[in-house]
């Protein structure tokens, strides 16, 4: 139990649907983040919510549109992806994302998604 | 941003000690050097971090060269659930963009029985 739940763990789903991923952390923390995992890649920063704002998009196409109702809660919507797309997609949290703080990244599991 | 340079792969042998090298000579005077390491099937998990000195935790060792160019971090007695990739990453002590995790491609290390 790493206090970071992903939903669902596995996804298929072709290029003209649309479905979310779903991430909860339950360790009261403020940040929280989307990276992706492609096979043989390293992970890739996708977005930074701070406090329910987005703090950073790292030119992420807008096919993938995030979203954080509250700081616990942290959403990926998809919508017409690309086979290229398929990863494994990980949610994270820390404590804060601004300030001199060090603070250590908890990771969910992760969701993989396969585009067909 | 400052690179880290880890071997792709290494082995080990159960219950003896790991030494996981990490190049950082780029590293500036406010970066912090931290481990991460991720199971199979697993999203990746705090090991340690450090600036200057030596650190120790439950779960290993943190040692880093005098000029700071270089650490090791050091399993003392690898088990088979140490089988993981290993990923030393620099990460500035604020908080911002400057302070963002960024991976690269880690150290892929097997345990033998």
């Known amino acids: 139990e790493t206090g970071v739940t992903q939903t669902p763990r596995h996804l298929v789903m072709g290029m003209t649907n649309k479905k979310s991923l779903k991430c909860e952390q339950h360790?009261?923390?403020?940040?929280m983040y989307w990276y992706k995992q492609s096979a043989k890649k390293p992970l890739e920063l996708m977005f930074v919510y701070n406090f329910k704002e987005q703090t950073e998009n790292n030119s992420v196409p807008s096919r993938f549109s995030p979203e954080c109702p509250n700081s616990s809660h942290l959403f990926l919507h998809l919508h017409t992806l690309q086979p290229e797309d398929s990863a494994l997609y990980l949610c994270a949290s820390s404590q804060d994302w601004s300030g001199g703080v060090t603070g250590e990244l908890f990771f969910g599991e992760g969701s993989r998604l396969t585009v067909l | 941003d400052a690179k880290t340079t880890q071997p792709n792969s290494m082995e080990s042998n159960e219950e003896e000690p790991v030494h996981l090298p990490c190049n950082h000579s780029t590293i500036s005077g406010t970066d912090y050097i931290h481990w991460y390491r991720q199971l199979p099937s697993q999203g990746p998990e705090y090991v340690i971090h450090g600036l200057t000195s030596n650190v120790n935790n439950r779960m290993a060792s943190l040692a880093i060269a005098e000029d700071r160019k270089s650490s090791t971090l050091i399993l003392h007695r690898a088990t088979l659930r140490d089988a993981a990739v290993y990923y030393c990453?620099?990460?500035?002590?604020?908080?911002?963009?400057?302070?963002?995790?960024?991976f690269g491609k880690g150290t892929k290390l097997s345990v033998k029985p």
């Open positions: 990453i620099l990460r500035l002590n604020y908080g911002g963009s400057q302070g963002n995790l960024i």
């Open positions: 360790l009261g923390h403020n940040a």
